[in-house]
Nanobody
Framework: QVQLVESGGGSVQPGGSLRLSCAASGTIESIYAMSWYRQAPGKERELVAYIHTSGTTNYADSVKGRFTISRDNAKNTVSLQVNSLKPEDTAVYYC?????????????WGQGTLVTVSS
């Protein structure tokens, strides 16, 4: 049984910052790519940031220079530092991880954490 649990969402004013965290737990053998997605009301879920086990990262154009993804392989965690937040960043943010557990490779999602940016 593998679980991803996010934390760190909240309400902030434009220009504010938050740090989102996601912890993977369970009978994990290996974690490959980890990423953050978001889904705004009435919109499709979109990729925000991605980090490979090597540390290679990739970002959506809309967040480049404002968001930073990082991971701690020893702790099975991935974080997303979100700075200079804009109202259009309001969304539910989801953690995603590619994990091998008990010899089976699967993709897992967290339950989501809400980020609201409003004055």
């Amino acid at each position: 049984q593998v679980q991803l649990v996010e934390s760190g969402g909240g309400s902030v004013q434009p220009g504010g910052s938050l740090r989102l965290s996601c912890a993977a737990s369970g009978t994990i053998e290996s974690i490959y790519a980890m990423s953050w997605y978001r889904q705004a009301p009435g919109k499709e879920r979109e990729l925000v940031a991605y980090i490979h086990t090597s540390g290679t990262t990739n970002y959506a154009d809309s967040v480049k220079g404002r968001f930073t993804i990082s991971r701690d392989n020893a702790k099975n965690t991935v974080s997303l530092q979100v700075n200079s937040l804009k109202p259009e960043d309001t969304a539910v943010y989801y953690c995603r991880a590619e994990i091998t557990a008990r010899g089976v490779y699967s993709t897992y999602w967290g339950q989501g954490t809400l980020v609201t940016v409003s004055s």
